[in-house]
């Protein structure tokens, strides 16, 4: 949950967390909720278990198929989501919200936490702290559960959000992105498993950038489903960019990543859905792409009243879809 929304989401949240005597509907364990790939969760309906109003929500997503949606808590899952793979036949779904944030790291003034991502078993955390600082920081947690703080020093006309974090299926490279309109993505090496990078945390300089060959606006996450592919969620409703609200698109990498720019061509796929029975603003946020299923999650918050709940809509791939 980036700043455009206003800072108004963000005490509506707080002033809930505290209001909210008990959340053992949702709550997660540790800093971010986790539950096993394909459960059905609390509150949630089982993928395939679609309404008609829902169903026909997902419709405008050209290339893909709903098969359910389901809801999480905001609070533990309303920043992103990503497939965590604990052994090759084993995996669960883990979650991030605004209480994902481990206490240590908010002292430090990183206060918010981005879209994660995941493989081979590490887990890949986007944080951000004040906007009169000078840096981000990105947090990689080992299959062990050692933590390591990677930190990267802005260059001239960054900007200092940190929305979230993508890894190449090769492991070598990871897709960043920032906030407000931008005709970029950032290319980093991935910490810890490129060579390049220090071995126990430390500095992190940028590789390159995704050079757009259309402006984006407000994008929330990206995950890559092949390597010269990613689908991103945009958080925008102002239509200026594209005919349509909250547009996930489609990232169509020129080649796939090695450590300099690389230009992109942005397809508008279609609307997240916005469905609740709350009125209000929703507001775009993670996406994951599963590779051992290829179901593609995409998550909004939903608005006013029903802000605790954070939808995930699940899709594959349509039939002949490359």
């Given at each position: 949950?980036?700043?455009?929304?206003?800072?108004?989401?963000?005490?509506?949240?707080?002033l809930?967390?505290l209001?909210t005597?008990?959340?053992?509907a949702?709550?997660?364990?540790g800093?971010?909720?986790?539950?096993?790939a394909?459960?059905?969760t609390?509150?949630?309906?089982?993928?395939?278990?679609?309404?008609?109003?829902?169903?026909n929500?997902?419709?405008?997503?050209?290339?893909?198929?709903p098969?359910?949606?389901?809801?999480?808590?905001?609070?533990?899952?309303?920043?992103?989501?990503?497939?965590?793979?604990?052994?090759?036949?084993?995996s669960?779904?883990?979650?991030?919200?605004i209480?994902?944030?481990?206490?240590?790291?908010?002292?430090q003034?990183?206060?918010?936490?981005?879209?994660p991502?995941?493989?081979?078993?590490?887990?890949?955390?986007?944080f951000?702290?004040?906007?009169?600082?000078?840096?981000?920081?990105?947090?990689?947690?080992?299959?062990?559960?050692?933590?390591?703080?990677y930190?990267?020093?802005l260059?001239?006309?960054?900007?200092?959000?940190?929305?979230?974090?993508?890894?190449?299926p090769d492991?070598?490279?990871?897709?960043?992105?920032?906030?407000?309109?931008m005709?970029?993505l950032?290319?980093?090496?991935t910490p810890?498993?490129?060579?390049?990078?220090?071995r126990?945390?430390?500095?992190?300089?940028?590789?390159?950038?995704?050079?757009?060959?259309?402006?984006?606006n407000?994008?929330q996450?990206?995950?890559?489903?092949?390597?010269?592919?990613?689908?991103?969620?945009?958080?925008?409703?102002?239509?200026?960019?594209?005919?349509?609200?909250?547009?996930?698109?489609?990232v169509d990498?020129?080649?796939?990543?090695?450590?300099?720019?690389?230009?992109?061509?942005?397809?508008?796929?279609?609307?997240i859905?916005?469905?609740?029975?709350?009125?209000?603003?929703f507001?775009?946020?993670?996406?994951?792409?599963d590779?051992?299923?290829?179901?593609?999650?995409?998550e909004?918050?939903?608005?006013?009243?029903?802000?605790?709940?954070t939808?995930?809509?699940?899709?594959?791939?349509?039939?002949?879809?490359?």
């Amino acid at each position: 949950m980036q700043h455009r929304s206003g800072a108004w989401r963000i005490d509506w949240l707080i002033l809930l967390t505290l209001l909210t005597a008990s959340l053992a509907a949702f709550s997660g364990a540790g800093w971010g909720a986790q539950t096993p790939a394909g459960a059905a969760t609390a509150g949630s309906a089982p993928t395939g278990a679609l309404s008609q109003a829902t169903a026909n929500a997902h419709s405008g997503i050209a290339g893909w198929t709903p098969v359910g949606s389901y809801d999480e808590n905001t609070l533990t899952a309303g920043e992103g989501v990503t497939t965590l793979f604990e052994s090759p036949h084993r995996s669960s779904v883990l979650y991030r919200g605004i209480e994902s944030v481990p206490s240590n790291l908010k002292a430090q003034g990183w206060g918010h936490i981005g879209d994660p991502d995941s493989i081979r078993g590490y887990v890949f955390d986007a944080f951000q702290g004040p906007s009169s600082g000078n840096s981000k920081m990105f947090l990689v947690t080992t299959p062990s559960g050692k933590s390591l703080e990677y930190v990267h020093t802005l260059v001239r006309g960054e900007e200092y959000n940190n929305s979230f974090a993508a890894i190449s299926p090769d492991t070598q490279w990871m897709v960043a992105g920032e906030w407000n309109t931008m005709n970029h993505l950032q290319i980093y090496p991935t910490p810890l498993l490129d060579h390049r990078t220090p071995r126990h945390g430390g500095a992190l300089d940028l590789a390159g950038f995704i050079r757009l060959d259309h402006k984006v606006n407000d994008v929330q996450g990206c995950d890559f489903v092949n390597p010269v592919r990613l689908i991103c969620a945009s958080d925008d409703d102002s239509r200026t960019l594209f005919p349509n609200e909250k547009p996930l698109l489609e990232v169509d990498l020129a080649k796939s990543l090695h450590g300099t720019s690389v230009k992109g061509h942005v397809v508008d796929l279609g609307s997240i859905p916005q469905v609740s029975s709350c009125s209000g603003t929703f507001e775009a946020e993670g996406v994951d792409f599963d590779t051992s299923t290829h179901v593609l999650r995409v998550e909004v918050i939903q608005p006013g009243s029903c802000i605790l709940k954070t939808t995930i809509y699940e899709y594959e791939p349509a039939r002949g879809r490359g």
